[in-house]
């Protein structure tokens, strides 16, 4: 070693440094090599590692599957973002190739204006953008078709979409990986299909939970009066059942015994079950309690849920002017209401609901019941009325009392249940509707189940309006869906499992999970809530004041002068300082509201900003302090 002492230190220093680089070019050809396939996904919603539900649609597929990827290179050029966009597609796609052993073949093809691949683009129904003043298109949408010539398409690749990038491919692969779908049978007074049912008969799209569905399932509109549930039909999904007839319910109910599965959708208040006149001919309540007691739940009468810690907050106008409040019907569900160990429901975000009903258990016998959703322990069964038409958040906000256990809003059905109609099929007759479909009554009666049943049923039918859960936004004359909560994902988890099938429920829009700070929350809360009562307080004593006043008004003198004794001024002048203090309270409370969130900001700052760099400076002036003494330490015993 005494031939490295005679060598320079500044030319050690140099060997030294190149070493270094050497090494680090060799460690990170050495891992990109060694660890190509291996991902490492540190962010919080797992953005970035595939779902067990592709997994699985990529290992069952049985045929060859093409994927064709247009991408127009002019188009990286004027938009960045969309260059990076099409690296991630492409190495994602490459992916798939990779874990389906050869059945899916991706093809890369790059359109140029005019050229032959334009007009497969075109023909294959991607949509181009205008790139400059000549008119040139520019391309970047996928083709799919699998060995019998079926065919999905994405027709452009938005990047608001790209947060769902992995759920939209793996559709495409799932759709032509199965090309004969579940059937879905589809029963609602609502207007789901597009259309209208009841008066003013305006028009409306197509909802687009349903469009969601059908990229999956087969759908068909079932009428709403029927004797016997057709032969052909795998789930129903029976939405907002209202003013059916007996031999409709008694239909289901032995669709159900006899092995049907059924995704059932009630509410004690469906927001969306209002005509746009406003003027409401029926309440808006479901009417399926009957069913619901035999198979073990029951729909809680004239009562929704309010959870004040997955509260929505909403712009209300009071006094003339708009203020933020928590809205505590319109909850925001998340991880924690969930039941992590059903499939259905384990991998979801978020869940919008609005003025969801509540379900209880009832003694029927042989039904197992398991809640696949609730509210926090943090909530209110609030009456019906209180929302329906024009309800006044600032009103259940501030007289919200906490029932301090959590409500039931979603639950699945097992076990062998009874049948709701035990003295048969009812009496003769025909159904009301002469559209309906009257194909007889069930050929037996079924007093139990065949086997256990299989039943999801959800107490909110709002959340299946895009109004909830969604943003539309307009691309080139299409209706693009951007979700904002994972409603839509539930659904179709919820028909694919009752399916029979587990292939997609790890699929999911991978929705950016909110995350606030929950103490900040609670301090909010509080100081708002205690505002909201001395406001309610003060409201209170201007009315009496006014009262008052009337009074002494009533004992104006003929002559039109008002007459005050001591007492009258006292009272009044009492009542101008009793104002005075509590505005003076109000204020207080708003700014100690402040305060409070502003240092609690403040030491939020610090610790992100200021107190890791200073741990770190701290720890290598502690490090160098070190090694110097132990320089010294040896320099001495030498």
């Known amino acids: 070693m005494k031939w490295l002492e005679s060598i320079e230190k500044s030319k050690l220093g140099a060997a030294g440094l190149v070493l270094a680089v050497v090494l680090f070019f060799a460690v990170n050809i050495f891992s990109n090599v060694t660890f190509q396939d291996s991902r490492l996904d540190l962010t919080e919603g797992k953005l970035f590692t595939l779902s067990q539900g592709t997994l699985k649609v990529l290992a069952d597929i049985d045929e060859p599957i093409v994927i064709r990827l247009f991408y127009t290179k002019l188009l990286g050029q004027r938009s960045p973002r969309h260059a990076t966009y099409f690296e991630r597609v492409r190495e994602l796609l490459e992916r798939y190739a990779d874990l389906s052993q050869g059945k899916v073949t991706l093809e890369v093809i790059k359109p140029e204006p005019f050229s032959d691949s334009e007009d497969r683009a075109v023909a294959a129904g991607l949509q181009g953008i205008p790139l400059n003043d000549s008119g040139d298109l520019g391309y970047f949408g996928l083709a799919g078709a699998n060995s019998t010539d079926d065919r999905a398409s994405i027709p ?20 032509l990986a199965n090309p004969e779908r579940t059937v879905v049978g589809l029963m609602s007074p609502l207007p789901m299909d597009g259309g209208a049912t009841r008066p003013p008969f305006n028009a409306g799209p197509r909802w687009a939970v349903l469009d969601q569905i059908s990229e999956f399932f087969e759908v ?22 209202k003013g059916m007839n007996d031999f409709t319910r008694y239909a289901i109910d032995q669709f159900v015994l006899g092995g049907g599965r059924a995704l059932i959708f009630v509410d004690a208040n469906a927001e969306v079950d209002v005509p746009a006149d406003g003027r409401m001919r029926s309440l808006p309540r479901s009417e399926f309690n009957k069913n619901l007691n035999a198979w073990g739940l029951n729909l809680a009468d004239n009562k929704v849920a309010g959870d004040l810690d997955t509260a929505r907050r909403v712009n209300v106008r009071v006094g003339g002017k708009m203020n933020v409040v928590d809205y505590v019907v319109w909850l925001a569900l998340g991880k924690n209401n969930f039941d992590a160990r059903d499939a259905v429901i384990g991998d979801i975000l978020t869940l919008n609901v609005a003025s969801a009903g509540i379900l209880e258990k009832t003694d029927a016998p042989g039904a197992e019941i398991q809640p696949l959703i609730t509210t926090g322990a ?32 979603a639950a ?35 007093n139990e189940s065949s086997g256990p049943v299989n039943l999801i049923v959800v107490a909110d039918v709002d959340m299946l309006h895009e109004r909830f859960w969604s943003e539309i936004r307009n691309l080139m004359g299409q209706r693009i869906f951007v979700p904002f909560a994972n409603n839509a994902d539930f659904v179709v988890n919820a028909l694919d499992n009752l399916g029979g099938s587990d292939a997609l429920i790890g699929l999911r829009g991978r929705t950016e999970s909110a995350r606030p700070f929950h103490l900040v929350q609670e301090i909010r809360q509080a100081a708002e809530r205690k505002y909201r009562d001395k406001e309610k307080s003060l409201q209170a004593k201007l009315e009496d004041v006014r009262s008052k006043l009337e009074n002494l008004q009533r004992r104006r003198g003929t002559e039109g002068d008002m007459v005050l004794n001591p007492d009258d001024k006292a009272a009044i002048e009492d009542f101008r300082i009793q104002m005075i203090v509590v505005r003076k309270g109000l204020r207080g409370v708003q700014r100690e509201l402040r305060r409070e969130i502003d240092q609690l900001d403040a030491m939020l700052k610090f610790f992100n900003i200021a107190f890791i760099p200073l741990l770190l400076g701290a720890a290598t002036i502690v490090f160098a302090l070190f090694r110097r003494t132990r320089r010294k330490v040896r320099v001495v015993t030498e």
């Open 156 to 175: 452009f690749f938005t990047t608001e979409r790209e947060t769902f990038l992995e759920y939209d491919l793996t559709r495409i692969v799932h759709t």
């Open 378 to 409: 943090n909530a209110m069964s609030i009456d019906a009325e209180k929302v329906m038409m024009q309800p006044d958040p600032v009103a259940l906000f501030r007289d919200f009392e906490s029932g301090k256990k959590p409500l039931m809003l």
């Open 220 to 241: 068909r509109t079932l009428p709403m009066e029927l004797r016997q549930i057709p032969e052909d039909i795998d789930i129903l999904m029976l939405v907002h059942p």
């Open 412 to 446: 699945r059905v097992r076990g062998k249940v009874k049948t709701a109609f035990p003295d048969g099929p009812p009496p003769g007759g025909t159904p009301k509707n002469e559209n309906a479909k009257a194909g007889g009554t069930p050929p037996k009666h079924l």
